[in-house]
């Protein structure tokens, strides 16, 4: 699976949207973009995922360049219920023994009141 | 709608006993994967089954076995525990399927297992 590189945390004003970026340079053209989040202590949780078109769903958007070398995860309306280490990663999303999610340095983000 | 279920959601044990980890799954999930996390660090994949057959291992120590079961649940366990072995194991389970002419291949997460070895 190609490598990804967040910042290691962000801070966030509670009601504003919070811009999380991700790169993924060596991203190969059968690779999706996921994200996960974990809140402290708790069991990560799926977000969203991309191949290259621009996706959204109830929780977020995700933005994935035209060269698909990074993208970027979008809360619209952020609330102290986000702060959480965000995991951007990309793996083959295919029946194979590249199902395990590796999960890597995430990026922290606080939500401020 | 029904999520992941972990037992129990803590242990306690000592060094050199044996623990086991229960995970039942989304119904109509056919894999299992299981995840550790020690203190302070990112979950690190440990193994996985699919339709009952290991899939994929990871850094699993010798000492942890795994399988999964006609019912589709899954236990770890973990023998000759060892101070180190003190972290949160959470289970994830997903389904092969198509949506749209779309792969999904997302896998929902447990609440995890906290076992602390004294």
């Known amino acids: 699976d190609a490598k990804t590189t967040q910042p290691t945390s962000m801070d966030c004003a509670e009601g504003r949207a919070a811009n999380l970026p991700c790169n993924h340079s060596t991203i190969s053209g059968n690779e999706y973009v996921y994200w996960y989040r974990q809140i402290h202590s708790q069991g990560p949780q799926y977000i969203i995922h991309?191949?290259?078109n621009n996706e959204t769903n109830e929780m977020a958007s995700l933005i994935i360049t035209e060269d698909r070398k990074s993208s970027t995860l979008i809360l619209p309306h952020a609330t102290l219920r986000d702060t959480a280490v965000y995991y951007c990663?990309?793996?083959?999303?295919?029946?194979?023994?590249?199902?395990?999610?590796?999960f890597g340095p995430g990026t922290s983000l606080s939500v401020i009141p | 709608a029904a999520g992941v279920i972990q037992s129990p959601r803590h242990l306690i044990k000592e060094k050199r006993e044996t623990a086991t980890l229960k995970c039942y799954p989304i119904?109509?999930?056919?894999?299992v994967y299981w995840y550790q996390q020690g203190p302070g660090q990112d979950p690190q994949f440990l193994i996985s089954f699919y339709e009952k057959m290991q899939s994929d291992k990871g850094s699993i120590p010798d000492r942890f076995s795994a399988q999964q079961f006609s019912d589709y649940h899954s236990e770890l366990n973990m023998s000759s525990l060892e101070l180190g072995d003190s972290a949160l194991y959470f289970c994830?389970?997903?389904?092969?399927?198509?949506?749209?002419?779309?792969?999904?291949?997302?896998?929902?997460f447990g609440p995890g297992t906290r076992l602390t070895v004294t």
């Open positions: 991309g191949l290259k």
């Open positions: 119904p109509r999930h056919d894999t």
């Open positions: 994830a389970s997903s389904l092969e399927s198509f949506l749209a002419g779309r792969a999904s291949y997302e896998q929902y």
């Open positions: 990663i990309v793996r083959v999303a295919m029946k194979t023994s590249y199902d395990k999610v590796i």
